[in-house]
């Protein structure tokens, strides 16, 4: 019987820097592509917790 072979995936390799005093970007998928946040609701309830997620971090001045 014949091994099964995973297919190459359909990600870019992830590219990390940390450099002190530059923006960071947040990026992330929904569960198995699904459209979560076709919905303004979720959009807001999304954005809200990020915000009151940053809120609560110092951030520093360099």
């Known amino acids: 019987m014949r091994a099964m072979q ?4 359909h ?6 820097s ?7 970007e947040l990026t992330f998928s929904c569960y198995h592509r699904l459209p ?5 609701v979720r959009r807001t309830m999304l954005r809200r917790s ?6 609560r971090q110092p951030i520093g001045d360099g």
């Open 6 to 9: 995973t297919p190459p995936g």
């Open 11 to 16: 990600r870019k390799p992830v590219k990390h």
């Open 18 to 24: 940390d450099d002190p005093g530059h923006v960071r």
């Open 36 to 40: 979560l946040l076709t919905i303004e």
């Open 50 to 55: 990020i915000d009151a997620a940053a809120n």
